[in-house]
T-cell receptor, first 115, second 114 residues
Framework: DAKTTQPNSMESNEEEPVHLPCNHS???????IHWYRQLPSQGPEYVIH???SNVNNRMASLAIAEDRKSSTLILHRATLRDAAVYYC????????????????FGKGTHLIIQP | EPEVTQTPSHQVTQMGQEVILRCVPI?????FYWYRQILGQKVEFLVS????????KSEIFDDQFSVERPDGSNFTLKIRSTKLEDSAMYFC????????????FGDGTRLSIL
């Protein structure tokens, strides 16, 4: 699997935008970029995913560089509830066995929100 | 919003005993997964299950582990003879379809081996 690199931790203030970077310089042309987060004492939670174009949903936005070697998860207005570990994960397009592939989690970015 | 539920939330077991962790995936989902997270470490994939058979498994998922979907709603993980190093949070997940669909996780079962 292609590797991703994220900062260990980031700090932001409540009600301000947060930009969480992810580098994936060895991404292949068919890899999708997925983001999950894990709040304290909870299971991981899907946030967003994309291939080439920027994506928006109710939780966040995903900005993908033109060369796809990096991406940024954007939380437009952080709240205390957004304090979590954020994981950037690449998922390939071709799998055997029905496509039921497991996610490969790294250490992620620990996002701290200051009130 | 439908969610994945796991029981029990905390299981304490003596080393060498068998343990079964239970999960109820989201009802119209077809793909099921187990992950574990040892305290302070990364979330690790164990196994995926589709069409009543294992689709993929990691090196961690050795002969002491097994999975089953005994009826139309439950998905279980059995550890045959537990070891101290099996102490971890175990997360169940499900997805509607395969590889590029979001996986929805439960809140986990904390397994403590004494």
């Amino acid at each position: 699997d292609a590797k991703t690199t994220q900062p260990n931790s980031m700090e932001s203030n409540e009600e301000e935008p947060v930009h969480l970077p992810c580098n994936h310089s060895t991404i292949s042309g068919t890899d999708y970029i997925h983001w999950y987060r894990q709040l304290p004492s909870q299971g991981p939670e899907y946030v967003i995913h994309g291939l080439t174009s920027n994506v928006n949903n109710r939780m966040a936005s995903l900005a993908i560089a033109e060369d796809r070697k990096s991406s940024t998860l954007i939380l437009h207005r952080a709240t205390l509830r957004d304090a979590a570990v954020y994981y950037c994960i690449l998922r390939g397009a071709m799998y055997s066995g029905g496509g039921a592939d497991g996610l490969t989690f790294g250490k992620g970015t620990h996002l701290i929100i200051q009130p | 919003e439908p969610e994945v539920t796991q029981t029990p939330s905390h299981q304490v077991t003596q080393m060498g005993q068998e343990v079964i962790l239970r999960c109820v995936p989201i009802s119209n989902h077809l793909y099921f997964y187990w992950y574990r997270q040892i305290l302070g470490q990364k979330v690790e994939f164990l196994v995926s299950f589709y069409n009543n058979e294992i689709s993929e498994k990691s090196e961690i998922f050795d002969d002491q582990f097994s999975v089953e979907r005994p009826d139309g709603s439950n998905f279980t993980l059995k550890i045959r003879s537990t070891k101290l190093e099996d102490s971890a949070m175990y997360f169940c997940a499900s997805s509607r379809q395969g590889w590029n669909q979001p996986q929805h996780f439960g809140d986990g079962t904390r397994l403590s081996i004494l």
